[in-house]
């Protein structure tokens, strides 16, 4: 018999999700909801409930009024626990940190994280003071809690209000708790396939001064993955009307990333919010990318080349800015109205990044 863990199961049903159900309609009306609400909860309780975790159900009784369903909330937990429930479906956060507390089973600040742990978020710690947002780890990088990273999926994105990926830091302030529900060793039949659906995607009209780069990199992929989905033969040549399908698998956030870059580099310190900010725009005016330039600010510059399709094809991205690299550069910033010197600094890093 072929085994697998349930957490692996919980990452694979919520990776199929990602960059779909637009207001996550599918999540609070299976929760109980007649219409929308935060519902961040609901998509990381519908991820759990559908990989089968044996998890108390704080779905609501729609006779009761909003007092009398939060005492019962209150007491349906203290039964949980005693009935060795293993995680939690519920439309809050708290109501999470409250049960998987009382279980033991959040991480202490010493402890690596892991995929499927539950990450509860406190935007605000100063005026909040406790979590409102929640994600689901999908894989982890770093063997240390100091220079762990963590890829996380989170339903309610603020950014596009659908499932969507975030990376942040073990240590960011921004973590309000990690919590690791009881997974279990189950039998994996073959039958149902968790994995994304790789024929969903949006379609896009070319309109008059768009770019096959900038399609793609403004939907968080990169021009030779719309290449490919669309059998485009020249991706120089795109046409006014011509619809371009983008598929939502494989998206991934490239200001998150270069915030990601601009931290392992040593430039800043800055919170993985996915969104270009004064610090990132303070932090991205010192980090100059040029000929000699090592590590991870290397290694992301040389990624954004190729995502533009600018060929690196001897060295690809080694993390070593050499000639290969300087010349790509120069092509690019020709190309996009920019000095072309060969350097990537601030004015670079904004275009490239589609920053206004």
């Not at 060793?185 to 780069?213: A, C, H, K, Q, R």
């Not at 060929?311 to 790509?328: H, K, T, W």
Request: charge should be negative; charged fraction near 20%.
């Amino acid at each position: 018999m072929v085994t697998t863990n349930q957490a692996d199961v919980v990452v694979s049903i919520a990776r199929g999700e990602v960059g779909r159900n637009l207001g996550g309609s599918k999540y609070w009306s299976w929760y109980g909801f007649p219409s929308r609400v935060e519902w961040c909860a609901c998509f990381t309780s519908w991820c759990l409930h559908t990989a089968g975790v044996n998890c108390g159900d704080l779905r609501p009784n729609r006779n009761l009024t909003t007092n009398e369903q939060d005492a019962k909330d209150s007491t349906d937990i203290t039964q949980f626990i005693s009935e060795g429930r293993d995680a939690l479906i519920s439309k809050g956060c708290m109501q999470m940190k409250d049960f998987y507390n009382r279980k033991n089973c959040i991480l202490s600040s010493s402890q690596l994280a892991k995929a499927g742990d539950i990450v509860l978020y406190d935007w605000d710690p100063e005026y909040y003071n406790d979590v409102d947002h929640v994600g689901i780890v999908e894989w982890v990088e770093g063997s240390s809690v100091s220079t762990q990273v963590l890829h996380v999926i989170e339903g309610n994105m603020s950014t596009t209000d659908n499932v969507g990926r975030r990376t942040i830091s073990r240590t960011s302030s921004l973590i309000g708790v990690i919590c690791r529900p009881t997974y279990r060793m189950v039998e994996d039949n073959g039958e149902i396939e968790f994995g994304p659906d790789e024929s969903y995607y949006e379609e896009y009209i070319v309109t008059y001064g768009d770019t096959l780069g900038e399609i793609a990199i403004s939907h968080g992929l990169t021009v030779d993955e719309v290449v490919a989905y669309n059998s485009i033969t020249n991706a120089n040549v795109i046409t006014v009307g011509q619809v371009i399908k983008l598929p939502y698998n494989g998206r991934r956030s490239w200001i998150g990333e270069f915030q990601q870059a601009i931290n392992s580099a040593g430039i800043a310190t800055l919170t993985i919010t996915d969104i270009w900010d004064s610090s990132t725009e303070s932090a991205a005016a010192n980090a100059i990318v040029q000929s000699g330039t090592t590590g991870a600010m290397a290694v992301f510059a040389q990624r954004m080349l190729m995502a533009y399709a600018y060929a690196l094809p001897q060295y690809g991205a080694d993390g070593d800015f050499g000639s290969e690299s300087v010349s790509a550069t120069i092509s690019y910033q020709n190309d996009h109205d920019l000095i072309a010197d060969g350097i990537i600094g601030l004015n670079t890093w904004k275009r490239m990044l589609l920053v206004d």
